[in-house]
């Protein structure tokens, strides 16, 4: 969302330079850059910088996981993916037990 807003201003001005002075486009120009430097102090105010890191690497090893999960069904290896599964329940529980 941040580069989204960074790209879009950097589009709008290449626009800018290109079209004779639209002052419309002026406004949405100034404000993206301040509209992402916003966005960036909430996220590391708020501390969701930890947050975000451990979405996408979860997204990802789930990603990984509906693969293999995938693959073991085109193979028929029932306990491959049996064994997959009980794995990520191991790691979903809490370890101090």
Known sequence: MINLLFV??????AIQLAVPTL???VIP?????VLAGLLVGYIEKMGFHGYI???HFMAALYTRAEEHI??????GDLNHITALIVEFGKGSTPRNR
Do not use: D, E, Q, T
Not at 8 to 13: D, G, H, K, L, P
Not at 29 to 33: Q, S, Y
């Open 8 to 13: 879009a201003s950097f589009i709008i001005a």
């Open 53 to 55: 890191k451990s979405a």
């Open 23 to 25: 002052y419309a486009i």
């Open 29 to 33: 120009l100034g404000l993206m850059p």
């Open 70 to 75: 995938k693959r073991g069904f085109v193979r």
